[in-house]
């Protein structure tokens, strides 16, 4: 499909992975899963399927200086710069109409530039199947990722089970409603039901199809559709800053997708996690006999279930269970991984203190 476009929102903070990740560096800038950055790695699994000349990129300024450094392959106006950091729908409206000035009739495919796909070739047909769906059936398209446990950490889509249409071989489901993160109980019920699955923050829209949406969903937004093709057009990122200075910091999820009327959900089996913690590295990185997963040199004596991402110094440990242990130069967590979520309070008592040398 030569219509078919990527954008990478590359703009996160990636706060759950302090203190290897931080302000000048989060975790899509850094070699988390293998010897490469987790931006390589997505925009790796794109390219036998979208050129570089069609993949975009969206992130602050700085971050975006590193994508240069990075991937310095991809033309420099792909590489879209967001004038701040208001969540992730003024930075897809701003990528969309980028785009659409390229291509009247583009397939946008909006992916998070920081999710692990184990299966990129499974992947990329997926791809191209809801790719096709959107064509075809004017719906904005997702990705649910059938859950494994009752997890309480991911928004859930609900769907029809009885598939609309069939698709380059792949069944597409109505989605009837997205479901916020659940209680533990809701969570449940949702896996006993069935047709509960894992919302990925992954999407695709053709242009036209987004801005009619869009403008039944959130006219406020949408009626700043027109001053940024404008500005875009113009070159004149003054006039982008004083827009997106009114836009409301929200979310493609929140301003979009859950009060689109037309929207279709195909089943993401391919082998994806969003890597949202340091305890989901467990299930990554390879382990020993005893379930420890290590990089860095380090001893572990009767211990069972830990992580240790120890680069700079010998680490042992003894007798530990199920701990996450991260050193760098300037600063050590030591967590239960089951309360690895809480590295935000760390992140959140550390910026109330002004030490942002740690942040």
Same mark, same amino acid.
């Given at each position: 499909?030569? *219509?078919?476009?990527?954008? $990478?929102?590359? @703009? ?8 290897? =990740? ?30 570089? =000349? ?12 590193? $994508? ?24 897809? /409206? ?45 719906? /904005?398209?997702?990705? @649910? $990722? ?53 919302? =990925? @923050? ?27 093709? &404008? ?18 910091? $929200? &979310?493609? *999820? ?18 994806? =996690? ?23 040199? &380090?001893?572990?004596?009767? &211990? ?22 991260? *050193? ?9 991984? *089951? ?21």
């Amino acid at each position: 499909m030569d *219509d078919l476009y990527a954008v $990478i929102m590359a @703009g996160g903070q990636g706060t759950r992975f302090w203190p290897f =990740s931080r302000q000048a560096k989060p975790k899509q800038f850094l070699p988390v899963i293998s010897e490469k950055t987790m931006l390589e790695e997505t925009i790796e699994r794109l390219l036998p399927l979208i050129p570089a =000349s069609r993949i975009f990129t969206i992130a602050n300024r700085d971050q975006t200086a590193q $994508i240069k450094e990075i991937c310095p392959f991809l033309p420099e106006e792909n590489r879209l710069i967001e004038p701040q950091g208001k969540n992730t729908a003024p930075s897809l /409206l701003l990528a969309t109409a980028a785009i659409y000035l390229r291509s009247s009739q583009a397939i946008i495919a909006a992916l998070p530039a920081d999710h692990l796909i184990s299966d990129p070739h499974r992947f990329r047909h997926k791809l191209t199947a809801a790719a096709w769906a959107a064509r075809q059936t004017n719906s /904005l398209v997702t990705f @649910g $990722i059938p859950p494994s446990f009752p997890a309480t950490g991911y928004g859930y889509i609900q769907f029809k089970q009885s598939a609309q249409q069939h698709i380059e071989g792949e069944p597409f489901y109505p989605v009837e409603m997205f479901k916020e993160k659940p209680d533990l109980a809701t969570a449940i019920n949702f896996l006993q039901a069935g047709n509960y699955f894992w919302n =990925s @923050g992954m999407f695709l829209w053709q242009v036209d199809v987004f801005t009619h949406e869009l403008a039944q969903a959130a006219p406020e937004m949408y009626a700043s559709w027109p001053q940024i093709i &404008s500005a875009l057009e113009n070159n004149d990122a003054r006039r982008i800053a004083e827009i997106f200075e009114k836009l409301p910091a $929200i &979310s493609i *999820d929140y301003a979009l997708m859950e009060k689109a009327r037309q929207v279709l959900m195909t089943t993401g089996d391919f082998g994806w =996690s969003d890597v949202g913690s340091w305890s989901s590295l467990l299930a990554v990185w390879p382990p020993d006999a005893q379930g420890n997963s290590v990089r860095g040199e &380090s001893l572990l004596l009767e &211990s069972t279930g830990c992580l240790v991402l120890s680069p700079h110094k010998f680490t042992a440990l003894i007798g530990a269970k199920d701990l996450v242990v991260i *050193d760098t130069p300037d600063a050590l967590l030591i967590c239960r991984k *089951d309360l690895d979520q809480k590295v935000r309070d760390v992140v959140k008592y550390l910026h109330d203190r002004g030490q942002k040398e740690l942040l």
